[in-house]
């Protein structure tokens, strides 16, 4: 079903002989705002709460984190048969059904934790309720939120770019270091204004009126239901050889087709099925990349503050060093999305390898400088382009290796794996600082591991149907 707003722009030309408005510029928009709404599941604003959470409910950091952690692991199982389901039922119908439970999670998780402390502090399951009521609502929100919600984006915008998708994901992702830089302060003061649990019930109401709008009177699932082709060409265009033999290209690899309409044409090029990706080495080399970058990152942004006072710096400097991080990946988002669009994805996986191991042996070694905070920075600033340049690789990669038949499921299980990255990284950085007595370690080993995966990612190589591990 075609939305008003798509059948009249769809059909606006200057002339007879002029092209109809692109409607994919629209589509960029709306998966913008939709990756933006991902943020009540997103570490950086569950973090936020972690204070105002755990004064209430009466628990340790150990066991928020713990909660956190077991949440997460089990919010990214179901992540691939999301991406199933957007396969056949198309992405509009799958993203209006997660974000309105998203919404209900978000109003939900605070009456359900105020029903669980009002059981009698002398019955001794009281903690246990406790823990699974809130393991439950950290499950939904990061279920829906930061996994289905940003997956769902993510390969919506994959159905309507293909040479131009790397500039199209900078554009998408921009709106996450606004988030970053501006959700946290205004989070704390609407906690500050009422209580946690009301702060989230408005921060669902937000995703509600944000989202529910654009989805029935503009979202269109692919460009074939309007009469239109990828990147707004006037014709389907084939699909282009990516063989390995230069470095830079003209014209980026394209997609292939997928996740159209009955009786619509297919564009050459070949449609991996999600088995046949998984035997292949290129799934593996990219997944490795993002699921370590992915359990770092997170390990980073959710371990702020920690991590600045074992350098004896203030908790201004923690809001500092994110600001950092968010400035950054703002600034280089949309030059990495043309490089993307122009670099093969072997040189961009594996300078991006690089710049984790570098951002991870900066802070490592941060407290033994005559400078922490310069080092604090830095590493920041370096994790900033590291993560800026994997998370927009992610989409284009297996759009254009895999094609885009069955590209939800592909990128649904890559972002089951990332998930559970997202998952274990600050639980392991937890556990080590608590045996150690600091992160150092935690991270020079990251910095080692991620190098050697940037090593293994320069030999990425564009899949065959037949190839396998």
Same mark, same amino acid.
């Given at each position: ?105 978000? =109003? ?21 309720? =406790? ?35 790397? $500039? ?39 995703? &509600? ?38 470095? =830079? ?34 799934? &593996? ?88 905070? $310069? ?5 920041? $600033? ?8 994997? $998370? ?27 998930? =559970? ?10 556990? &080590? ?37």
């Amino acid at each position: 079903m075609n939305t008003p707003l798509a059948n009249l722009l769809a059909s606006q030309r200057s002339d007879q002989d002029a092209r109809p408005f692109f409607y994919g510029w629209v589509m960029l928009a709306i998966t913008t705002l939709t990756t933006m709404a991902t943020s009540p599941g997103q570490s950086f604003v569950v973090g936020t709460f972690s204070d105002a959470i755990r004064e209430d409910l009466g628990i340790s950091l150990s066991e928020f984190s713990a909660a956190y952690m077991i949440a997460t692991f089990c919010a990214s199982l179901p992540l691939t048969l999301v991406g199933r389901l957007s396969d056949k039922r198309g992405t509009r119908f799958v993203m209006t059904l997660v974000t309105i439970a998203f919404g209900l999670a978000c =109003i939900g998780i605070g009456p359900a934790a105020s029903l669980a402390t009002s059981i009698s502090p002398d019955n001794a399951f009281r903690p246990w309720m =406790i823990l699974i009521v809130l393991s439950i609502g950290f499950f939904f929100l990061r279920f829906l939120g930061q996994g289905a919600l940003g997956l769902v984006s993510s390969h919506a915008l994959a159905m309507w770019y293909e040479r131009k998708l790397g $500039f199209a994901e900078a554009i998408r992702h921009l709106g996450m270091p606004l988030a970053v830089a501006l959700l946290p302060t205004g989070v704390l003061a609407l906690i500050a204004a009422t209580n946690w649990s009301i702060a989230y019930a408005v921060l669902g109401l937000s995703v &509600w009126v944000i989202v529910l709008p654009l989805l029935l009177l503009a979202y269109v699932n692919t460009p074939e239901d309007i009469n239109q082709n990828l990147d707004g060409d006037p014709y389907p265009h084939p699909h282009h050889n990516q063989d390995d033999q230069i470095d =830079i290209e003209l014209d980026a690899p394209s997609v292939g087709d997928a996740g159209l309409p009955a009786g619509a044409e297919a564009t050459s090029g070949p449609q991996f099925t999600l088995r046949q990706a998984l035997r292949t080495r290129a799934y &593996w080399i990219v997944t490795a990349s993002m699921v370590l970058s992915a359990a770092v990152g997170t390990s980073f942004v959710f371990h702020t503050q920690p991590m600045v006072a074992d350098l004896g710096l203030s908790k201004t400097s923690a809001a500092a060093a994110v600001g950092t991080f968010g400035v950054v990946s703002f600034i280089v988002t949309v030059p990495f999305g043309f490089l993307i669009d122009k670099v093969r994805p072997r040189l961009l996986l594996a300078a991006a390898g690089l710049l984790l191991g570098f951002a991870s042996t900066l802070f490592a070694f941060a407290s033994s400088t005559l400078s922490p905070l $310069f080092m604090l920075h830095a590493s920041y $600033f370096t994790l900033g382009l590291s993560q800026s340049l994997l $998370f927009l690789l992610a989409s284009p990669i297996f759009a254009r290796f895999y094609g885009r038949t069955h590209h939800g499921a592909i990128r649904g299980s890559l972002t089951t794996f990332m998930v =559970i990255g997202t998952s274990a990284g600050p639980f392991v950085f937890a556990f &080590w600082r608590e045996f150690s007595g600091n992160f150092n370690q935690v991270y020079l080993a990251s910095g080692i591991a991620a190098i050697i995966l940037a090593v293994w990612a320069s030999r990425l190589q564009p899949p065959r149907l037949e190839s396998s591990l």
